[in-house]
């Protein structure tokens, strides 16, 4: 009589079904003669080989987990995975991830191969803006040379974590495509502030620290570790704020304070449990224009934002990760004051030893003088490397609103200098990627290792390969990442 693992056995057969259809589809668009992806005019080259990447890291995703709950089941014993995560559970995450890529892929190709003649003109601006925006991260050795972005048009901002490929998917709003003609760019412009905070998420995930074998992502909480946890779920947010600030326009510091204007009141306080919330986080952006030298910029904008507080009337608590509460002068503090201590960690050559100790131990204290969410600007900042010049200067001007028609000036530039605007981006070629649907990450070896081994990986392991660096929702990486 069959027992519980013989059942299980079998439900992989569903499975397996159900990853034929996914790689058929997949295949289908990776052929020389796809209809979908070579009607697309523009990034034709990228979005092959993008399909290329999934569906090669996603049968390694597929076959490592199949192959490793069989071979505990054939020893009648339950998968570390088990009961937390059920084999059906992890298979649908995987399948699930993998198609919400595949429908990205295919929107960004379609909206190029049948979109207007504004809807292709909004994406080949937002590919060269958002790769204007990238690049920095690029030259200062954050990213690998040769990655790129692809832009594509949906509801709101977005960016799709995909650790197989070089490549940014930057989700943008439709409000971005101009209304009649490429005069209207410069009207659209504020939409297509969110990208650079987007491409920031995309650093935090995909960029190493300065010490190469660690990603970003990982050396922002080791160099954080005394912060509460409720600033702790912060910190990839912030962390995007603050490259978005530093590469982006000076204009994205005023779309912020906008955008949080469309809340409600009563979720003006509130906490999703990922974002600063919304009466807290444009002060993160001001931190940051006055660090980079626009304190005139940032001490406008702060004085604005007091002002939108008070006619809000928010003066009260806050609700913080956790249902946690303070008062929200505190969490304001918590973003905008430091005892501002500067201490020089390292020892002058004259003065090794003790005096080099004192200066380790000055050091320490500073920083644990900062205030929570000030010590993740912090160490996002000084990890980042410094603007070149390449976004405008910020604008001296009385009227807000000319800090935005800037940025639309700028913006109705960028690419323009080319008649064919997509020649400016690298295109991905699977020709020059050593092994497709690799990730750089140490779950690459750990998927290759032997039977042995595998029985070998404790829980944590396995949930981490399911989670491939922030990929699927179900493991926990909570993709995509929405603003």
């Known amino acids: 009589m069959p027992d519980q693992f013989d059942n299980k056995r079998q439900r992989l057969e569903i499975w ?85 890529d595949l429908e990205v892929i295919q929107r960004a190709a379609d909206q190029r191969a049948q979109g207007s003649a504004m809807v292709r003109k909004a994406l080949v601006k937002a590919d060269n803006y958002a790769f204007e925006v990238l690049k920095p991260a690029i030259t200062g050795g954050l990213l690998p040379n040769g990655t790129t ?17 070089p490549v940014a998917l930057i989700g943008i709003p439709f409000t971005c495509v101009p209304p009649t003609d490429s005069e209207d760019m410069k009207k659209v412009a504020r939409n297509y502030l969110s990208i650079p905070h987007e491409v920031g998420h995309y650093v935090f995930w995909h960029g190493y620290s300065k010490v190469k074998s660690e990603r970003i992502h990982n050396y922002i909480a080791r160099v954080t570790p005394r912060n509460p946890a409720w600033c702790s779920k912060w910190i990839e947010e912030i962390f995007a ?32 449990g990922e974002h600063p ?30 002002s939108l507080l008070q006619e809000r009337d928010v003066d009260g608590e806050i609700i913080l990760p956790g249902n946690l509460r303070s008062a929200v002068s505190e969490v304001i503090q918590s973003v905008t004051e430091s005892q501002n201590v500067t201490v020089n960690a390292e020892a002058s050559s004259a003065g090794a030893g003790a ?13 644990a003088a900062k205030k929570p ?11 980042l490397p410094r603007p070149n010049g390449a976004a405008p200067e910020s604008p001296a001007v009385a009227d807000m609103e000319d800090v935005y028609n800037k940025f639309g000036d700028h913006l109705v530039l960028v690419g323009d200098n080319s008649s064919d605007l997509d020649k400016k981006l690298p295109e991905l070629d699977c020709s020059l ?46 993709n995509p990442k929405i603003t």
């Open 16 to 100: 397996d079904t159900r990853w034929k259809s996914l790689d058929g589809v997949m295949d289908d668009l990776t052929r020389a003669d796809s209809r979908s992806i070579l009607r697309s005019p523009s990034r034709q080259e990228t979005l092959r080989c993008i399909v290329k990447c999934l569906r090669a890291f996603t049968r390694s995703q597929f076959e490592f987990f199949r192959t490793g709950f069989e071979n505990y089941w054939t020893q009648k014993s339950l998968h570390p995975l088990e009961p937390e995560y059920p084999a059906d559970s992890v298979f649908g995450a995987i399948l699930d991830q993998a198609a919400s």
């Open 149 to 165: 972005v692809v832009t594509y048009l949906q509801k709101t901002p977005a960016v799709q974590v995909i650790p197989y490929a």
């Open 241 to 272: 704020d603050v490259y978005g600030c530093l590469f982006g326009d000076p204009a994205i510091a005023l779309s912020c304070q906008d955008m949080q204007l469309e809340y409600a009141l009563s979720k003006f306080v509130e906490s999703d």
């Open 277 to 306: 919330n919304p009466a807290v986080r444009p002060y993160i952006y001001q931190q940051v224009l006055a660090a980079k030298g626009d304190v005139d910029l940032a001490e406008r904008l702060r004085k604005r934002w007091e």
């Open 355 to 367: 005096k080099a100790e004192s200066a380790k131990k000055a050091g320490a204290k500073a920083e």
């Open 373 to 383: 969410v000030n010590r993740v600007i912090d160490a996002a900042y000084n990890l």
């Open 433 to 478: 990627i050593p092994e497709i649907g690799s990730t750089d990450l140490w779950i690459d070896a750990i998927k290759k290792s032997d039977s042995s081994v595998k029985l070998a990986l404790p829980q944590d392991v396995w949930v981490r390969v399911l989670q491939a660096g922030g990929w699927t929702n179900k493991g926990g990486g909570g």
